[in-house]
C-alpha cells in the first residue's frame, strides 16, 4: 500500500463512526479555538503597548534619573539623606546633586559619559490653565518637547524650536476648547495663564501645532523652547538674581545601533555617576511581562483541554483497533507490514487532530474578525489604535501543527497495539 493510499484509507476510516470522531474532534476544537484566541489578542494588545508606550523613547534614546541613594533597586523607600536634599556633599551618591532632581553640573557629568552623545534635560512648564477664545479655563500639564518623544499625531505636527510659541494638545482638549475636531484646532490660538513667584498672574499666547491621539499613556501637552522661554520669564517675574534650573529626569542620546552590551556598559558608568538610564525595552517590559503572564495562564488552559481531547483520541482509536481486529488481520495476511498498519492508525489520529485544530482556528478567525470592530467602536473606543485580536498566519500554522503532534503522540498506543497483532489470531477474532 502507497503513502497516498495509507493516507486515503485513513480518512475514509475516520468517519466510520461519525458520532465517536466528531466528539473527538469537538475536545480538540475547543483547546485549538482557545490557543488561536488567546494568541491573537496576546499579540494585538502587545503590538499596542509597542506602539503606546514606544512613544516615550525614540530608538537611541536613555531616560535618565538621578539613582536612589540606597542603589538602583532599594526595598522600601529611599531614607532620607540631609546632606543630598541640600545639595551638599552626599555619602551615597556624587557631591551637587540638586534637591528633587538635577542641575546643570549633574547635566554636564551625564553627557561626559562614555557613549552619550547629547543630553536634553525634561523641562515642565509651570502652567495654571489653557483657554481658547470663549472657552473655560482647563488644567494642561504641558512640558518642553524633546526629540525623545515621538507623538502620535491626530492632526498637525509636532512643535517646532525654531518657530514662535507653539503647544501641542491632546486630543481631549479639542473639543473642550471649542474646536470640531482636531484639524480644525491647528493653527488656532490659546492662552496659557501663569503665576509668578510673588503671586501676579500673567497670560502668555500661543498656537496650537499638533493634536496628538489618545492611547494608553497621556504624556499631556507639550510646548516647543519660545513657550518655554516665555513662560519662565512669566514665572520668575518677581524674583531678584538668577534662580538655578532643576531637572526632574533628562534624555540622554546614544547610537541607535549600539548593540545591547554597549547600552548596559553606558548604564553601569552612569550608574557610576549617580544616575541610572532606561531604555524604551526597560520602560515597556513591566507591561509585557504582565500581559504574556495573562496570556500564558489562559493557554495553559487551552493546553489542558487539549491534553483531555488526547485521551478522547486514544480511546476512539482503541475502540476502532477492536473494531477492526478481523480486518487488520486480514491486511497483515495479505502483505501488509506492521509499519504501514501503525501508519494507517497513526495517520487517522493526525487527521483527528488536523480537523479539530483547522476548523477550532478557523472559527477563531472569522470570531476575531467579526468582534474585533465592534470592540473597537465599542469596549475600546477610548483606546483607538488598539486591535484587540492580531492572527498571525505563524503562530495559527503552529498551533495546528502541536495539535497534530499531540494528536500522533496520543495515536502511537492504538497504533502500536494494532500493528503487534497476529494475523491469524486476529482473524480468528470475535
Same mark, same amino acid.
Given at each position: ?146 526629540? !525623545? ?95 538655578? *534650573? ?13 548593540? *545591547? ?110 468582534? !474585533? ?58
Amino acid at each position: 500500500m502507497k503513502t497516498r493510499d495509507v493516507i486515503a484509507s485513513a480518512v475514509q476510516n475516520t468517519f466510520r463512526s461519525k458520532l465517536r470522531t466528531s466528539l473527538t474532534v469537538i475536545a480538540i476544537f475547543i483547546g485549538a479555538f482557545t490557543l488561536t484566541m488567546t494568541s491573537a489578542i496576546g499579540a494585538g494588545v502587545s503590538s499596542f503597548i509597542d506602539s503606546q508606550v514606544g512613544a516615550i523613547g525614540a530608538p537611541g534614546v536613555l531616560a535618565v534619573t538621578p539613582a536612589p541613594a540606597d542603589g538602583p533597586v532599594a526595598d522600601g523607600p529611599a531614607v532620607y539623606d540631609p546632606e543630598r536634599a541640600t545639595g551638599g556633599a552626599s555619602i551615597d551618591g556624587p557631591p551637587g546633586m540638586a534637591a528633587g532632581g538635577m542641575n546643570e553640573a549633574d547635566l554636564e557629568r551625564i553627557a561626559e559619559v562614555e557613549g552619550i552623545t547629547g543630553v536634553s534635560p525634561m523641562v515642565s512648564m509651570p502652567v495654571d490653565y489653557i483657554a481658547a477664545a470663549g472657552s473655560q479655563q482647563y488644567e494642561l500639564p504641558i512640558d518642553l518637547a524633546s526629540g !525623545a518623544f515621538i507623538p502620535d499625531l491626530a492632526a498637525g505636527a509636532a512643535v517646532d524650536d525654531r518657530a514662535e510659541r507653539q503647544v501641542q494638545l491632546p486630543a481631549d482638549y479639542v473639543e473642550a476648547l471649542g474646536y470640531t475636531d482636531a484639524e480644525a484646532a491647528i493653527g488656532q490660538p490659546v492662552t496659557l495663564g501663569v503665576t509668578d513667584a510673588v503671586g501676579e498672574h500673567h497670560e502668555v499666547g500661543a498656537v496650537i501645532a499638533g493634536v496628538t491621539n489618545p492611547g494608553l499613556l497621556s504624556l499631556g501637552a507639550e510646548g516647543n523652547q519660545a513657550l518655554a522661554d516665555a513662560v519662565q520669564e512669566a514665572q520668575q517675574s518677581g524674583i531678584t538674581g538668577d534662580v538655578a *534650573p532643576v531637572y526632574l529626569a533628562t534624555n540622554a542620546t546614544i547610537d541607535p545601533a549600539s548593540t *545591547p552590551e554597549q547600552i548596559a556598559a553606558i548604564k553601569v558608568d552612569l550608574l557610576e555617576a549617580g544616575f541610572q538610564g532606561q531604555t524604551t525595552a526597560d520602560q515597556i517590559g513591566a507591561f509585557k511581562t504582565v500581559i504574556d503572564v495573562v496570556t500564558g495562564i489562559l493557554n495553559a488552559f487551552a493546553v489542558i483541554a487539549l491534553l483531555a481531547a488526547g485521551f478522547g483520541i486514544v480511546n476512539t482509536l482503541l475502540m476502532s483497533v477492536q473494531e477492526r481486529t478481523r480486518e487488520i488481520g486480514l491486511m497483515k495476511a495479505m502483505g501488509m507490514r506492521s509499519g504501514k498498519v501503525f501508519g494507517l492508525f497513526s495517520m487517522e489520529a493526525v487527521f483527528i487532530g488536523f480537523l479539530g485544530s483547522a476548523i477550532g482556528a478557523g472559527v477563531a478567525i472569522l470570531t476575531g474578525l467579526i468582534a !474585533a470592530p465592534l470592540l473597537a467602536e465599542g469596549l475600546f473606543a477610548e483606546l483607538p489604535g488598539l486591535e484587540i485580536v492580531r492572527f498571525e498566519p505563524l503562530s495559527v500554522a503552529v498551533i495546528i501543527a502541536v495539535v497534530m503532534a499531540i494528536a500522533f503522540l496520543a495515536g502511537t498506543l492504538p497504533a502500536r497495539r494494532a500493528a503487534r497483532q497476529h494475523p491469524i489470531e486476529a482473524l480468528r477474532y470475535e
